[in-house]
T-cell receptor, first 113, second 116 residues
Framework: AQTVTQSQPEMSVQEAETVTLSCTYD???????LFWYKQPPSRQMILVIR??????QNATENRFSVNFQKAAKSFSLKISDSQLGDAAMYFC??????????FGGGTRLMVKP | EAGVAQSPRYKIIEKRQSVAFWCNPI?????LYWYQQILGQGPKLLIQ????????DSQLPKDRFSAERLKGVDSTLKIQPAKLEDSAVYLC??????????????FGPGTRLTVT
């Protein structure tokens, strides 16, 4: 069974600064997908970014980028130029064929003005 | 494009009572998911439907939880009887299809259930 671990229950960042959220996972598979989801206080989960394991290039979506280290089974999310609207719970998730989407325990990100 | 709709948004019941949640996925989405999210944890998949057939219900407590997706569109999730540990947010999600290539899951706002 796949497991996803987020070791930072809470993180804080100053507005306009950069913050990195950590995620590690455990799998014996070689082909899989990794995701970061954002869940604002309203509770609607939104996909932030995804990474296919076969791609060596790290995914980027505007101010959001990942550092994917396949050998280390690490998948961190970097948020640049943090904004007040980035405050939310962030969940790392793992998927491979034939299995379900597995989420980590989440990291609460606070953005200070 | 309308998103995933869920109702009710909040529900408070006493233990041993029954409760039902409703989900309307995005139009045209073949796959529908129900997740349970206990406070402070990530969502956990309860059941996955492909059209009106069950793909995965391995984590559904079948002695008290049931779900159906009649006609492959709307879905209902029922708990009978409820226990205190069922207090959670129940999230519904849908995607165009399942498998590889991977289609994005779109989530609804959830139903917050409190069992007293």
């Amino acid at each position: 069974a796949q497991t996803v671990t987020q070791s930072q229950p809470e993180m804080s960042v100053q507005e306009a600064e950069t913050v990195t959220l950590s995620c590690t996972y455990d799998t014996s598979e070689s082909d899989y997908y990794l995701f970061w989801y954002k869940q604002p206080p309203s509770r609607q989960m939104i996909l932030v970014i995804r990474q296919e394991a076969y791609k060596q290039q790290n995914a980027t979506e505007n101010r959001f980028s990942v550092n994917f280290q396949k050998a280390a089974k690490s998948f961190s999310l970097k948020i640049s130029d943090s904004q007040l609207g980035d405050a939310a719970m962030y969940f790392c998730a793992f998927y491979n064929a034939g299995n379900m989407l597995t989420f980590g325990g989440g990291t609460r990100l606070m953005v200070k003005p | 494009e309308a998103g995933v709709a869920q109702s009710p948004r909040y529900k408070i019941i006493e233990k041993r009572q029954s409760v039902a949640f409703w989900c309307n996925p995005i139009s045209g989405h073949a796959t529908l998911y129900w997740y349970q999210q206990i406070l402070g944890q990530g969502p956990k998949l309860l059941i996955q439907f492909q059209n009106n057939g069950v793909v995965d219900d391995s984590q559904l407590p079948k002695d008290r939880f049931s779900a159906e997706r009649l006609k492959g569109v709307d879905s209902t999730l029922k708990i009978q009887p409820a226990k205190l540990e069922d207090s959670a947010v129940y999230l519904c999600a849908s995607s165009l299809d399942t498998g590889i290539p991977l289609y994005e899951q779109y989530f609804g706002p959830g139903t917050r259930l409190t069992v007293t």
